[in-house]
């Protein structure tokens, strides 16, 4: 069974921080990179950060020294930390395998950023 919760985004001034958290099933998590999307309205999904099962870490340059991703290999648990957040980041945020293994996405969560 393939299965991805997104959970911690909240509505937030610019400036504030927030941790996203995904569970993912063992088939999608296991041994495979992790990574974190974004989908503002209008917009196509963006990867946002990506890790290895080691925590190497790559993002987006419009995150970086903002954001850092990290992972609980023991938990299928990928985080996403956003510090010194700015309207722009708002957006529905996903975690997903990268590159994608299967043809399938969570429910997503929230992030909206007032300014």
């Known amino acids: 069974q393939v299965q991805l919760v997104e959970s911690g985004g909240d509505l937030v001034q610019s400036g504030g921080s927030l941790r996203l958290s995904c569970v993912a099933s063992?088939?999608?998590?296991?041994?495979?990179?992790m990574g974190w999307y974004r989908q503002a309205a209008g917009n196509k999904r963006e990867l946002v950060a990506r890790?290895?099962?080691?925590?190497?870490?790559d993002y987006t340059d419009s995150v970086k020294g903002r954001f850092t991703i990290s992972r609980d290999n023991a938990k299928n648990t990928v985080y996403l930390q956003m510090n010194s957040l700015k309207p722009e980041d708002t957006a529905v945020y996903y975690c997903?395998?990268?590159?994608?293994?299967?043809?399938?996405w969570g429910q997503g969560t929230q992030v909206t950023v007032s300014s």
């Open positions: 997903n395998n990268y590159p994608l293994r299967y043809d399938y």
């Open positions: 063992r088939n999608i998590f296991s041994f495979n990179v």
């Open positions: 890790i290895t099962y080691s925590s190497n870490t």
